[in-house]
Every structure is written in C-alpha cells, then in structure tokens.
C-alpha cells in the first residue's frame, strides 16, 4: 500500500511493528487509567469513542475499564497492530489504514488522539483535524507534546518524525464552535503513573 507521506510509510513499516513491543505493558494501563480518569473527568459518562492510531489498543482498554459498556472505534496504520486490535474490539470496529483515508460512517460521543500528531507531517494536520472534529459529536481529546510554537525533534535517530506544537490552539482557531473544558499534564518522572510527558486538552463542541 502507498501512502502519501513518509511518515505513513514509518509508522505502516517496521519501526510500527516495533512500537508495538515497547507499549504492551501492564504498567503503560495502569498508567492509562490514571490519565483517562483525570482527563475526562467533566465528560462525565463517555458512552462511545473513536481513536486515532489505536495501535494495539493500550487507551482503548482503559477507557473500557473505566466505561464497561462503551462501543470502540480505532484507527491504525500498522497491519500488525490492527490486527491485535482487531481481537480485541472486533473486525468489524477497526479501520486498518491511515487517518487521512478515513471517512466517518457516524459520529462518537468522544474523538481520541494521543501521542500521533505529533507524528504527522505537518502539511497534513489540517486534514487530521478535520477528522476528529467531524468524528465526534461531542468531545475531542487531544494528549500530545505542546510547544508554543511549532519545533522538529529528533526521534529516536529519525529525523522529519516528530513534531511539538500548540495542536489544541490551532484546533480551537479553526473550529469556532469548539470550546476548552480542560487540560492538564502528564509528567514522565510520576513515580507512579508516568506518561512521557503529554499534555491534554478536552475540547467540547
């Protein structure tokens, strides 16, 4: 499959596969109950969601602790991942492909994006906008990076593959009816329920 932008082409490949074993942890759920706890807070009960790079389904599976009864949608770019999470929500709730090819078949309650934009290449965030805000009927989360203003880093020895920016901010500029209920950070060093760093923001339509 071809794919637009060479950072499609990264996360299909194998560094993609190999992400997979470095987030497949007890620890990274717990971690993940403790973020999602904290983040939607003021969403209240969160009947249904969509995320964007699932890969293997680690923020699915505490969103489905803290709301058993949730229907779950992901996004995933990586086959291999897209089939774990396959076997986890089902054929049927996991689009295997990039984000820029989805279309939305309905709307979900909550849009989910954590740690991809600041994947994506950045001629190309407004079209992930779009698809969050078009996914959701009410809610979007975003956990990435923040900057002020838009830098590169190095990731991991790859150049051009990580971005930090105000993602929240350009969001709120393109979508006037979006409004910021709330946000927070997540600090790497927590001694218990560490997250790399992320930043989150709640937007509600």
Not at 94 to 108: L, M, R, T
Request: net charge negative.
């Amino acid at each position: 499959m071809g794919y637009e932008t060479s950072q499609e082409e990264f996360w299909a490949g194998n560094f993609g596969d190999d992400y997979i074993e470095r987030n497949n942890s007890e620890r990274l759920l717990a971690s993940n109950l403790n973020f999602f706890s904290k983040a939607l807070k003021s969403a209240g009960k969160v009947n249904s969601v969509v995320e964007f790079g699932s890969n293997i389904g680690m923020n699915l599976r505490a969103l489905k602790l803290l709301f058993p009864e949730q229907k779950q949608f992901g996004i995933e770019i990586n086959t291999k991942a897209a089939n774990e999470l396959k076997s986890y929500v089902g054929d049927d709730n996991v689009f295997n492909g990039s984000i820029f090819d989805f279309e939305a078949d309905e709307k979900y309650e909550l849009a989910l994006i954590k740690g991809v934009l600041i994947h994506i290449n950045p001629d190309m965030l407004p079209i992930a906008y779009e698809r969050l805000y078009t996914s959701s009927k009410k809610y979007i989360l975003i956990g990435e990076y923040y900057n002020p203003t838009p830098v590169v880093i190095n990731y991991r020895g790859h150049s051009d593959k990580l971005y930090k920016r105000d993602f929240c901010g350009e969001m709120l500029d393109k979508y006037k009816d979006l409004k910021l209920v709330d946000y927070g950070f997540a600090y790497k060093k927590d001694p218990a329920f560490s997250q790399d760093d992320i930043t989150w923001f709640l937007l509600e339509k």
